[in-house]
C-alpha cells in the first residue's frame, strides 16, 4: 500500500479580500512560493538536498514522508541557527484554515518579517496594531469565504443564495473596509450578477468586476501601511527623524506626500518621489542637495561597474567612481531594487550620526513595492483595453492613479480612530 503523500503548502487564493501574500514579496523581489522560500533556506545553511524541483512538488503535490521529514529538519535548523518562525506555523493553527483564503500566510510572514527587522536592527518592534488589522482581516476572509461555501449547498432558492451572498459581501466590507457604501453597493451587485447560472459580460459587469478586484486589493495594502506607520508613531523620537520626516510620518504616515502622478501621460513613482523628499529632508541648512551629492553617499562602487580606461591616473578612477555612483543613484530612482546591504550603507551614510536610517529603509522598500504595482497594474490595465475596447470609456489610466493616490484618506482615518480601532 503507497505512503500518504505529505503536502507542505496551501493553495493561494485569488479572492482579493485579502491578496496573496507572493504578489507582494515579488514586488520586494522577494521568494514569492513557498518552495523557493524553503530553498533560498537551505542555500543559507548549504543544505543541499531536496532540490528546488523536490521542494516543489512538496508543496504542491505532496511527498513521501521520509522526504517530509528531511524538509521538516532543514526548516527546523533553520529555526533554530537563524532565528526565523516556524513557516508552517500556519498549519498549527486553533482552527482549520478555510479553503480559499490567504490570510493565515499573511500572519506568518508578518511574524517573520518582524522578527527579521529585530534581528537587525537596534528598534524593537511589536507592531500591535498591525498585527490587529491583519488577525481581523483574515477572521473576517474566513468567515465571508465560509459563507460563501455554506451558501452555495443550502437547497434555497437561486434568489435566496445570492441574496445571503450580497448581503455576506456588503456587511463584511462595511465592517472591515474603508470603501465607500455606492461602491460596495456596485461591487456587490457585480458579484451577485456573476454568480447567477447564466449571466451575461457586458462591459459594464466587466468594469465593475475590474473595479472591484482592484478596490479590495488597494484598500488591505492601504490599511497594512497606514496600521505600519500607525505602530511607528510611538517609537518617533528612537526612530530620530529630520524634521521634514517627522512632519511627514505624523501628518502624512510617511508616504502621504509621494502619491503617483501622470503628467502629460507619463507616470511618475512613488519611488522617483521619494528621492525628491531625500534631497529636502537631508540637505544642510540653508542649502539644496543635489542628485549629485547625494550619489556621493553611496558606497564606493564595485570595479567592474566602474568605467576607467587605459592607464587612468587617481582622479580619473574617482571621477569615474562618482559617475558610476550617480549612474547607480539614477537606477534606484527609476525603480531598480537596491540590495538590502547597499541601500542600508546609502541611507545610514546620508543620515549622518545625527538621523536614524530604520524608517527611510522601510519607505524606500515600501516605495519600491508600491512603484513595482503600480507600473505592473497600468501595464496588465493597458492590455485589458487593448483586448476589450468597449471597456474604454469605463475605465481610463486616469482612474487607476487616483485610487493610488488614496492612502491619505487612509491615514486621516486611522489618526482619527485614535490609531487603533476596526473601521
Not at 49 to 68: F, M, S
Not at 99 to 117: D, M, P, R, S, Y
Not at 277 to 293: H, I, Q, T, V
Amino acid at each position: 500500500m503507497a505512503s500518504e503523500k505529505i503536502k507542505f503548502d496551501i493553495p493561494d487564493s485569488q479572492f482579493p479580500f485579502v491578496p496573496p501574500i507572493g504578489e507582494l514579496l515579488n514586488w520586494l523581489s522577494g521568494p514569492k512560493q513557498t518552495h523557493t522560500a524553503l530553498h533560498w533556506m537551505q542555500q543559507k545553511l548549504n543544505q543541499p538536498k531536496p532540490d528546488l524541483k523536490t521542494l516543489r512538488k512538496a508543496c504542491r503535490e505532496g511527498v513521501t514522508p521520509r522526504t517530509a521529514d528531511i524538509i521538516k529538519n532543514n526548516v527546523y535548523e533553520a529555526v533554530r541557527k537563524m532565528g526565523f518562525p516556524d513557516p508552517f506555523e500556519y498549519s498549527n493553527a486553533a482552527g482549520p484554515i478555510v479553503n480559499g483564503t490567504n490570510g493565515a500566510k499573511w500572519l506568518v510572514q508578518a511574524k517573520t518579517f518582524l522578527e527579521g527587522i529585530n534581528r537587525r536592527q537596534p528598534i524593537m518592534l511589536e507592531l500591535p496594531q498591525t498585527f490587529a488589522f491583519l488577525q481581523r482581516r483574515s477572521e473576517a476572509e474566513s468567515q465571508l469565504v465560509l459563507t460563501f461555501h455554506r451558501t452555495r449547498k443550502l437547497e434555497i432558492s437561486t434568489e435566496e443564495r445570492l441574496s445571503l451572498i450580497y448581503n455576506a459581501f456588503c456587511d463584511t466590507c462595511r465592517h472591515h473596509t474603508f470603501l465607500k457604501p455606492q461602491e460596495i453597493q456596485t461591487y456587490g451587485t457585480a458579484i451577485v450578477k456573476i454568480n447567477r447560472p447564466e449571466y451575461t459580460n457586458t462591459p459594464e459587469l466587466l468594469a465593475d468586476v475590474f473595479k472591484c478586484t482592484f478596490n479590495l486589493r488597494l484598500d488591505f495594502y492601504h490599511q497594512l501601511l497606514a496600521t505600519f506607520m500607525a505602530d511607528m508613531l510611538p517609537l518617533r523620537e528612537t526612530l530620530q527623524l529630520p524634521h521634514i520626516l517627522d512632519d511627514a510620518l505624523m501628518d502624512h504616515g510617511a508616504m502621504g506626500q509621494l502619491m503617483p502622478l501622470l503628467e502629460k501621460g507619463e507616470l511618475i513613482t512613488p519611488t522617483y518621489r521619494l528621492y525628491e523628499l531625500w534631497c529636502d529632508a537631508f540637505s544642510p541648512p540653508g542649502e539644496s542637495l543635489s542628485y549629485r551629492a547625494m550619489a556621493m553617499y553611496l558606497p564606493q562602487p564595485d570595479k567592474l561597474r566602474t568605467r576607467v580606461r587605459g592607464n587612468a591616473g587617481l582622479q580619473d578612477i574617482l571621477d569615474a567612481a562618482n559617475d558610476t555612483r550617480y549612474r547607480i543613484l539614477k537606477e534606484w530612482r527609476s525603480g531598480t531594487v537596491p540590495e538590502t546591504y547597499h541601500l542600508t550603507q546609502f541611507l545610514e551614510s546620508l543620515s549622518g550620526k545625527d538621523y536614524g536610517a530604520f524608517l527611510p529603509f522601510v519607505m524606500t522598500r515600501v516605495a519600491t513595492a508600491w512603484s513595482k504595482w503600480i507600473i505592473q497594474e497600468l501595464a496588465s490595465f493597458d492590455q485589458i483595453l487593448q483586448e476589450a475596447s468597449p471597456l474604454t470609456g469605463l475605465l481610463d489610466r486616469d482612474w487607476l492613479i487616483q485610487k493610488f493616490s488614496r492612502y491619505p484618506e487612509y491615514w486621516r482615518h486611522v489618526k482619527a480612530q485614535g490609531i487603533l480601532k476596526t473601521p
